[in-house]
């Protein structure tokens, strides 16, 4: 059996979420199998759709998924994460984003 990056990834996240095969498998509306395989072999080219699901549910990004260099932190992946869907807010809800994080560094000022 060959592991691959992205499962090792997978399997990483997906014990700190405390998700089991078959928790994530529904989720991301996969087969437990699927779930199984993309982190115990090295399956060809995983669906691009299936891998952002799962991307999403783990709290990160495809590119941190998908990046066997390890130049991308879990903590970066997260705030890439956030940071896009931040964007795609209205920007009232962005107005109110912004004065809770004013309100958390003025806290730390003092």
Known sequence: MTK???????????????????????????????I?????????????????KIAEQLGVTIEYLLDDQASITVENAADARFYRKYQQMDDKT????????????DDDDG
């Not at 962005?94 to 560094?105: G, Q």
């Open 94 to 105: 962005k107005a109110k984003i912004r004065s809770f994080v004013d309100l958390w560094d």
């Open 36 to 52: 199984w395989e993309l982190e115990n072999k090295a399956p060809p080219r995983p669906s691009a759709e299936k891998i952002s």
């Open 4 to 34: 691959t990056a992205l499962g090792a990834k997978i399997r990483e996240l997906r014990d700190k979420k405390e998700y089991t095969l078959e928790k994530l498998a529904d989720l991301t509306g996969s087969s437990k199998s699927y």
